[in-house]
Nanobody
Framework: QVQLVESGGGLVQAGGSLRLSCLAS????????MGWYRQAPGKQRELVAT???????KYADSVKGRFTISRDNAKNTVSLQMSSAKPEETAVYCC?????????WGQGTQDTVSS
């Protein structure tokens, strides 16, 4: 079964850290580009960070220097290390796998940053 399952979400205080993970199954993980996206209440979904199949990374300007995306192809996992969290980053965080025109989305995990 092809699926992405996120974990690690929860409640963190402003300025704190949180690590999200996304476990992929049913795909040849190492061939896929992976990304983390978030959607805050009442707002559009936005890209947070991406990592290509060869490990190149990109970040939204708002998270550069604070968030780190990484992947472990042996464990079919992509992670997002979040630090110096801000209350406005409270959102549902989803991971996405892409290859050519094919994409897969996880269901997301809720992260709440308290002020």
């Amino acid at each position: 079964q092809v699926q992405l399952v996120e974990s690690g979400g929860g409640l963190v205080q402003a300025g704190g850290s949180l690590r999200l993970s996304c476990l992929a199954s049913g795909i040849i993980f190492r061939l896929y580009a992976m990304g983390w996206y978030r959607q805050a209440p009442g707002k559009q979904r936005e890209l947070v960070a991406t990592i290509t199949s060869d490990g190149s990374t990109k970040y939204a300007d708002s998270v550069k220097g604070r968030f780190t995306i990484s992947r472990d192809n042996a464990k079919n996992t992509v992670s997002l290390q979040m630090s110096s969290a801000k209350p406005e980053e409270t959102a549902v965080y989803c991971c996405r796998a892409t290859i050519l025109s094919h994409e897969i989305w996880g269901q997301g995990t809720q992260d709440t940053v308290s002020s």
